[in-house]
């Protein structure tokens, strides 16, 4: 198997220590131990305190791997299980190109979703996610979430909002409704309402809108699990789309 593989920064290389993120948020170290041809990677299946990663043929997993210019990541295939000896191993097939991020900011994918934005009451402050009852009667302004990750969305506003400011979304992710909390497999898709903190909101091309990012506030781990399977669903739904027929 050809090792003198093209080294170039968004590329994945073997012998790359990289981190394997599946659908649950979870991250499991590994290594590229070797590759074919120009195809899949030969993976060890992980550990994570001591408990295996499980992985099954045709799983969808993200993979980080880092250069001095910052952290890229890619989407994967899970496309055969193998067992040498006692070790078990995995061929990964890249079914996206690696994007970069920063080290610290988690992996954002482009999206399209009505949001409503509401003022944020104090009383609301123990709560995370609403029912639609506690959704103030009138909103500041409907907008499009522009990006989404397990941490915040970016939204363009016609309004500007001060950093720390607190308000209460209502997010009509609507593309794969049966994979968020609230939201129901048959009918017409619930809103996602929680509480987010505005982090920045700077001019967008004219100083009449805004692109403002919010950071959720307070989730639990069952809501940020919700939300990183739906960025896993999208993203897999817009690879689909672009793939020629």
Same mark, same amino acid.
């Given at each position: 198997?050809?090792?003198?593989?093209?080294?170039?920064?968004?590329? +994945?290389?073997?012998?790359?220590?990289?981190?394997l993120v599946v659908q649950m948020g979870q991250v499991f170290r590994a290594l590229i131990e070797d590759r074919l041809d120009d195809g899949p990677f030969l993976v060890g299946i992980p550990s994570r305190r001591?408990?295996? *990663?499980?992985?099954?043929?045709?799983?969808? +997993?993200?993979?980080?791997?880092?250069?001095?210019t910052g952290r890229y990541i890619a989407l994967m295939k899970v496309i055969a299980l193998e067992k040498r000896g006692e070790i078990r191993?995995?061929?990964?097939?890249?079914?996206?190109?690696?994007?970069?991020?920063?080290?610290?900011?988690a992996f954002r994918l482009p999206v399209s979703f009505d949001v409503q934005i509401y003022e944020y009451a104090g009383e609301q402050e123990e709560s995370i996610v609403f029912a639609a009852e506690e959704v103030p009667a009138t909103a500041l302004e409907s907008v499009k979430g522009r990006d989404i990750s397990i941490t915040?969305?970016?939204?363009?506003?016609?309004?500007?909002?001060?950093?720390?400011?607190?308000?209460?979304?209502?997010?009509?992710?609507?593309?794969?409704?049966?994979?968020?909390?609230?939201?129901?497999?048959?009918?017409?898709?619930?809103?996602?309402?929680?509480?987010?903190?505005?982090?920045?909101? +700077?001019?967008?091309?004219?100083?009449? *809108?805004?692109n403002t990012g919010m950071q959720f506030y307070g989730l639990?781990?069952?809501?940020?699990?919700? +939300?990183?399977?739906?960025?896993?669903?999208?993203?897999?739904?817009?690879i689909k789309k672009r793939r020629p027929i």
């Open positions: 198997m050809d090792r003198n593989l093209d080294v170039g920064e968004e590329t +994945i290389v073997v012998g790359d220590r990289v981190d001591g408990v295996p *990663m499980q992985v099954a043929q045709g799983d969808d +997993i993200y993979l980080v791997f880092y250069r001095e191993y995995m061929w990964l097939l890249q079914k996206s190109t690696a994007q970069k991020n920063q080290r610290r900011e915040g969305v970016s939204l363009l506003t016609r309004r500007q909002y001060e950093p720390d400011e607190k308000f209460l979304l209502s997010m009509q992710m609507d593309r794969t409704p049966a994979i968020v909390a609230g939201m129901s497999m048959s009918g017409s898709a619930e809103a996602l309402r929680l509480t987010a903190a505005v982090r920045r909101c +700077i001019p967008w091309r004219t100083s009449t *809108m805004f639990t781990k069952t809501v940020s699990e919700d +939300i990183a399977r739906y960025v896993l669903a999208e993203q897999q739904r817009q």
